[in-house]
Structure formats: C-alpha cells, structure tokens
C-alpha cells in the first residue's frame, strides 16, 4: 500500500507553525536579522516555547518525540518563512545533531546541554569540519587522550555554524577526533564538548555571503579536559554517529531548501501577475511560464524524494526496515538536489523581477546567497554526496 497523505497531526503541526512563524517571522524581520547579523534571542525562546527546538528528542529528555516527518515539516516551514535560511540552522542543526548527541548521551550531557537547548536557553551543534577540510572525516586531526579524569582534547574546527550564540547561551558541540590514530576511522571517538570548557578558544568569525543572522566561526582546543561521562556512545564509534548526524541533517537541510524555493516560486508568481511590459502582464508569456512549469516540475519531484526519505528514515529508527547505507544513498539525494534545486529558483525568478530582484528591496537576494551554502557545504560538499550515492547504485567495489 503507498499512502503519500500526512496524518491529522502532522497537518495540524504544519498549521500551527506556519500560523506561528507568519506573525513572528516575516519578510522583514528577516531582512532585518540580515542586516543586523542576528536572530533575537525572543525569537529563538519562542521555538523553544512551541517545542520547536530538539523535536526529535525523547519527551523525558526535553524534547517532543516527534518522527522524521514532522521534524521535516518543520524545516520547510522555517525556510519558508526564513528565505535566507539563517534560522532553520538553529532548528535542524538541534533536531539532527541534537537527536545523535541524545542518542548516544549519557545523562550528564543532557542535564549540561540538552534539555536546555530544547527550552531555547542552550544550544548544540556539530564541530565536525577542520582548517585541513570537512569532507574527509577520516583525515580529521584532532586527538582526544584518555586519561584518569576522562578525556584531553587538542585540535581545531573551523566553518561551525553558531560558535557566537553558542558561547553566549553557553552550548555545546558534537566533537569528533581520534582516541587511536593507528586504528584508522574505526579509532575515532566522539564527545559532547562545552563551547566555553576552559581550554576552547573562538579563533573567528568568517564574514560569509549568506546565512548572515546566524554565525559560523571557528575554535581551537588546547588540552580541553572533559569528564568521561561526555564520551558519546562508545570508544572507537565517532566515525559512525558522525555518519548518522550527516544523515539525519540532511534531510532537514533538503526541506529547508524545499520550502525557502516554495516562497521564492510564490514571491515570483505575484510578481509575474501584477507586473506588465509590452502591454500584459509577464505571467501571460509563454516562455515564464515554461520557466514556472520547469521549476514546479522539479520542485513535486525533490519534494516528494525529500518527504520519502524522512519517512524512510522513520522507518528505520522505528522498524528497522532499511538497512542504514540504503537511507544514506537517498539522503544524499536529496542533500545533492534540493539546495542546487532551491538556487535556481532563487537565480530564475530573481531575473523575472528584472532590476528590482537586483535590489536589496526585493528579498529574493538573501535566499540566492542562503541556499548557495548549502550546495556548498554545509552537512556535506555535493560531491560527496555523489560519492554516496554511485557507491550505492553502482556497488562498493566500484568505489573511486
Ligand atoms: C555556511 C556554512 C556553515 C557550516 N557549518 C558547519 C558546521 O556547523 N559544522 C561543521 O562541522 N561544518 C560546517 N560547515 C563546513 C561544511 O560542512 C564543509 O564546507 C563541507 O563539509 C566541505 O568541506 P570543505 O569546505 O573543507 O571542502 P573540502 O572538503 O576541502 O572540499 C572542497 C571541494 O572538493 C570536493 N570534493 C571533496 N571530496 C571529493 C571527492 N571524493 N570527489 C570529488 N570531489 C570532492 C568538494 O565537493 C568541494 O567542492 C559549514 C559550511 C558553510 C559554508
């Protein structure tokens, strides 16, 4: 039987944050948080209030117990509202990351972190990426000892979503690095890492073209001694939740990317009606409207390809059904379409607008510059998630 209808309750979540998000985060709040480099703490409670933030989390651990699906409801909604994609980081970063890290936690961790991030007065996000590269979680150099009181860390990170807010609300990070070296990837270990422990030092903040509100800097851990109890899961394991918060981010990513184009698509229809050239309005030429029909077609397909993977997703964690490397072939891509998808709308319809789309009037701009991070980087390079999937299609031992 193939059902593709949301239940009542997940159509009653979208509702209600849509409602939500249409009076509390407008067009041009959102220019304003572009503008200013921040999204308001208020704002960030709010989501917090409306069990928005770690959604995925169990209810014991602060967090709603919600599925894969709604969880990507969400992150349509927000860049829907947010076409800069600025604050759906805040959303998916914590229900992905934040799901992983709870995964594997021990309570510690979440008294220290996690139940408060879910409130909105903490926050955690993944330091994966280091000044050598991100794609290569393997040849990443950082080094975590184990020693008598726990665990010694020396290493840097670099391009990690949210470093400024993360060490003014006191957050943390998801860590990853070699507990044995000789070991390969199978000596990774990760740990939950408090962005202000003694020992962490911010070493920037990029001045990026996108994502303006919320910040991406860098830090570097010299001799940061963590308690054993902020070990995540199990020595030797890093490589592996590393891969698994990979795989959940990217099909929130995926949907932020849906809904920020979904916006751009409607921006530019009200556009196409009223504006008129050449004595009708631009909606009536036939060559904007192939341009609409080509952009709606791909938008149902990486829509549906999105929604398919978060429920494979919930299928996974709840059922067992797919194997992991399965859900990881089509996480990737989507990781691979959506964004690239969302920046051509962004890029199409900012042309029907002519001169004024140029304009910081119009706020198509913030959402070209936005999802450009995402066909970037960002929960992983496009190639990479290539990588992924001509594994999968083709077999392993066909790999590069
Ligand atoms: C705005 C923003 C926010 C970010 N936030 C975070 C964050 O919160 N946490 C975090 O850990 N990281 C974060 N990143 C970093 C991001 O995850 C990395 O950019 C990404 O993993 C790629 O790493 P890199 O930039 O070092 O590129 P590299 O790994 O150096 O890759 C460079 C290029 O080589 C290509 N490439 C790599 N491997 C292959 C291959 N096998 N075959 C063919 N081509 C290949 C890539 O596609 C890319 O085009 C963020 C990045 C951005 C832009």
Redo the contacts with the bound molecule.
Sequence with gaps: MIDFSFTEEQQLFRESVKDWLSKNLTLEQVRENDTKHQIPKSFMKGLGDLGLLCLTLPEEHGGAGADWITATIGAEELGYADISVASP?FYL?QASWGFVVDKYAQEAVRDACLRKAARGESFI?????EPG????VAGFKTMIKNNDKGYLLNGE?C????TAEATEINGGYFVSGYTDRAKGHKGMSALFMPINAPGVEITKRFD?M??MAIS?GGFKMTDVQLPKEYLLGEEGRGFYYTMEGFDAARVMVSASCIGAASRAMELGMDYIKQRQVFGQPIAKFQGVQFDLADMAAHHEAIKSLVYRTAWMLDQKYKHGTFDSLEVSKYLGMCKYLAPHHALDVFRRVLLWMGAYGYTKECPLEMGLRGVM?YC?????????Q??IISREVLGREWR?
Excluded at 125 to 129: E, K, L, N, R, S
Excluded at 159 to 162: A, E, K
Aim: hydrophobic letters at 35%.
């Design positions: 980081v970063v996000g993944i330091g994966a990426t590269g991100g794609s290569d990170k391009y990690i979503s949210g990026n996108g994502r991406t991070s970037i980087g960002a929960e992983g390079a496009a190639n990479v290539k990588v590069a």
